[in-house]
């Protein structure tokens, strides 16, 4: 990794502080450049705190999706918060001062999926920070259509990281819960998000499957009602025990590793549903007869989240107090501190590390 | 309320003791009687607990309805729990000595609605306790089909009330409910039970209407955001107040009264589900231009608990320790107290009674 | 009704012909007017042909519901079709020539309803020719999220009933229609429409209530597999017969009439639905016990259009020779018929009337 | 493959002619054996005819799912119709003389799926057949729970392929079908009932995907708007040229091939459904991230037929004349042809072929 520390904090008028990837090359880099300007129907946000997601190491490290997706120069990140700071003309349902966020989904509202309500399916879709200018900066700026206003309750932490939440929630709700069993596999910050919202939600059990002891004591906190670690349990085993052989009623999977695709199957119950979010890094062998078929599973790739169906029902979760995800923000650090975030995240020893602006 | 005092329990090899319907007037009989024969398909069950239900006061004063649909002599009551004392020859799911307690929506198997999924609407329903011998009595016969075998952490008082608890997680399940707002109209055990239901599945919100304030005393212990006492609250105004405008996305109807029709369609939000569970005396009139279609409201008649599907979420919520009933089990009293238990629903001042065997 | 036959077409550069409603008493009116200017995201469309709903006779007739939502003065009228004759600066999804139709329900976007995917039950819905200027006018302007284009396939007949062509859509496939019987009370254009939804979409028997005769023939032709006048025959016994005994699986409500809400709850299997579009003139007695709880149906309010669902599987269904609408069709006349259309309407003997530009 | 000829029909009143698996290696036996007894809640079936399954063929070429799942001596067969020979003291909803037909997933009614309402899923499943006597016989015996009495109107020849046209109603009615696109991969007997079924049941368009042109022909015959063939067309261009560029809504795969699995996904619209019903002989390689998670599609494994729904809405769309099946009727054949009707259905020029009794 390359990092240019020359670049430093000096947000004048028209000039502001990014973190930039610069060259189709592993790295990033801190770069001075223009404050983003807004279309009428567009809303500048000022950033006041923004969270890393594994998107963003992958593009930091340059692997084969990043080269075949970002077109550098390109200022990246998507998990964020902060403060509008002005709005285009034709903009009414938010103002400057408003304390916001935003839905990184950018979409044209126009194609076969949106028409439909499928939006966070658009066929033209850009997403903040992949395909546009991202939030690791000190100004971002969104369509009004994708403006999230937080309610005075939400803390700004958890305000930072709802672009993930929002997915576990859209995961975790993609189905009935109350009363019923699930695996989740993969205990990352979004594996231990949906281990909360499924036990906010009324399931009655839920087993978290990892192989990392600190994830899995996370997601423990987040109310696992039994936590399994692949590298040195019989995860099949543990979990037809704890569900006294019955199996779960749901499967999600949080992880893109092979290996929960073949034991998530394994201990689903018939009929049960399997809810993808985890990317996989390359195609999978399944033994859909089998695991899928004869098991009439049904599997459901999920993306995003549902625009604004799931943002709602996150935001009341966290401010009736049922879901609290402050045990997986493991570190709040400071902007200048970014490599270091970077690197504790590579490590495995942090949840969701949430960086607050920490120049003027 | 006539009462004949004078029979006692003596119960014998084939004689036992029930509360019994004797004539179609006003009334209960303490009886003895034969105790059931089970044919090959069928349990017997040695009663152990019962709980008395609205229906069996109905029956007891015998009003319109009971006078329409009973059919004396009856030994009433459905709500109860047992040990198996013996089972037909081609029984093969429980076997003497279980604990078990049973649905009470017996049905053919064999009509429309039976072989399409829809066992709790058969078209040849009997109900026990109404259509057929009830559980009022040392002993019951209901058919394996019907039996529900109780998981050992499941206490006795809990076992008796699982009828009415199911009639609740079936109407509070009837749709989604994790981080959305709900308003429950009566607060009688049913109503308070959906409170919990609800609270327990991952509702954001939710509201208890009644106007007896020992009941809504129960419902705020069940869990309940806000109470609103019809006699003295303006029920739309404190509960558009509390989902700051928005209404509430499904609204319980427990109350069969006319008042909660009226009020609870005015406080739903566009788009919203409605779930009756309470029977109204008479017809209502509603304005279902306002109420339903510009609304685009979705009205669901809910009828005893789907079969099993209600029953496994019900015993998962229980065994997770997510639903604590316990608060609305207000009262446990001898069966040597029914007349006096049956006085005490009347009251109101009770939440659920349930009564235990005393005699040997 | 007052008619003013004083104007005549004389479209100028901006001066245009339109029917408006000019004060608050029964009547319409032919007036010259301002053509409607767009803003940057609207669109202005030359209007063509446009039918007459019922919802414009109360306005002509200004009964209650009219006094109560009407402004005047307003220009009214919903149904239509017409070619793009410009757009606004951020417009881009069509250009001046397009053939198009429009969504008749003007949503916000922003509210609570809308934000979930429920446009068609925005809180700030606007419904053009009743909230905002309609489209019995030379010109009428929509926003570019209403404006749908048409297939070159769609006849400019068919594309002027879009708006209640799509109410039935809406209606009939609100839930699962193949290998299952429905009933459909009231046969005006939108019910004969529903009857062509149904069978076009597998319903394996449809039987059509109507007191008309004529629409009753209308609903024959459009494959009602029975009719039923509800002034000479017994409607419950003859769908009862019709199916076997089993009654209907959903019941399509489109008169608004109290007897539809006798008879078709009536003949409903247990478990079946319910969807109500019909607005009935004043507050209905139901009883809900017996039909609603103990039949465990489910009644949905429909309202509008899924936008754009709706739109999509409507011109799918046209276009591949599914649905053929025209025996509704009864009449095509021009502009200048208008009062003559009004007429004609009212006195029942007519399908959809539709009414082609025939001035310059 | 071996075949005994020896075997002569012979019935007696305890013996009988039947079709057996009588070792554990490629072949099939005509044997002479003992007329099955039926318990109390059983039906003995008097067959009239019956149809060869791609099951069946598996048995006779005894290939390793045969070997590891049919434990021999067998009488397999499980497409077929009768009369109503003898019935258990139990059996009240069919008599001696009734027409009928079965569904061949014998379901325990007491486990977990079962008791949910997903017997199709029974986790103590017995397929007709395979994991018990079957139906290549004079007579065969099904629990009363199984079987499907006949309605006067439907063809012998249809009603002895009951059972595959169930997997075709199950497979196209598992989602949402009037007014969307449809591609069917595979047109084996069931994929061409499934373009039947799409088509009736309002399907916009539907694609058929086979290599071989007889088939080809067939789904054709059924109403496919398109047809594909692998080996000589470019599958997905011509299906996205068909949709014009949108992508199909629903896949079934029927074929189990695995470039039905990779063109598949590939002409699905962004949220569409994949019903699999074709089982393919290894575990497959795909690629999740690409197919279905950045899609949003949902996959549903589909097995056997729902337990009755699926059997109301076939016979109803049978006797509606919405569907007919015939045109895959390609052969009526005698029970004295069977090896012949095997070579036959292997060549791959028969659609299905039904076998009617020819001696008494």
Chains 1, 2, 3, 4 share one sequence.
């Not at 100004?139 to 939400?154: A, F, G, M, R, T």
Request: proline content about 6%; overall charge neutral; some cysteine.
């Amino acid at each position: 990794m390359t990092i240019d520390t020359a670049a430093r904090p000096k947000t004048t008028l028209d000039r502001m502080w990014a973190i930039e990837k610069s060259k189709a090359e592993p790295g990033l880099w801190r770069i001075e450049t223009r404050v983003p300007t807004a279309g009428p129907r567009d809303v500048r946000i000022r950033v006041t705190a923004f969270a890393i997601c594994g998107t963003d190491l992958h593009i930091v490290d340059w692997d084969r999706w990043a080269a075949s997706r970002i077109k550098p120069p390109l200022v990246f990140g998507h998990e964020f918060t902060g403060i509008v700071d002005s709005v285009g003309a034709e903009v009414t349902s938010v103002a400057p001062g408003d304390r916001v966020t935003g839905e990184t989904h950018v979409y044209c509202g126009l194609c076969y999926a949106c028409r439909r309500g499928l939006q966070h399916l658009c066929q033209q879709l850009e997403i903040l920070g992949v395909d546009r200018q991202g939030a690791f900066a000190d100004y971002v700026v969104l369509p009004e259509q994708n403006v999230w206003k937080l309610h005075p309750s939400i803390p700004e932490e958890i305000a930072a990281v709802h672009d993930p939440l929002g997915n576990a929630v859209h995961t975790a709700l993609a189905g009935p819960v109350a009363g019923l069993r699930f695996a989740v596999f993969g205990c990352g910050p979004i594996g231990c998000f949906a281990v909360g919202v499924l036990k906010a939600s009324g399931a009655a059990w839920v087993a978290a499957v990892d192989k990392n002891p600190i994830r899995l004591k996370l997601a423990e906190r987040m109310g696992a009602d039994l936590t399994v670690n692949v590298e040195t349990d019989p995860v099949v085993k543990r979990i037809l025990e704890g569900t006294h052989g019955r199996g779960v009623d749901g499967m999600l999977e949080m992880s893109g590793h092979p290996g929960a695709f073949r034991d998530g199957f394994e201990v689903l119950a018939n009929g049960g549903r399997v809810s993808l979010l985890g990317i996989p890094s390359k195609p999978l062998e399944i033994d859909i007869a089998k695991e899928v078929i004869f098991r009439g599973a049904t599997v459901q790739g999920i993306n995003g989240r549902l625009i604004f169906d799931t943002w709602y029902r996150m935001e009341s979760l966290l401010l009736s107090g049922k879901l609290d995800v402050r045990p997986v923000l493991t570190h709040v650090m400071g902007w200048s501190d970014f490599e270091e975030a970077v690197g504790l995240q590579r490590s495995g020893k942090a949840g969701k590390i949430v960086l607050k602006r920490d120049h003027p």
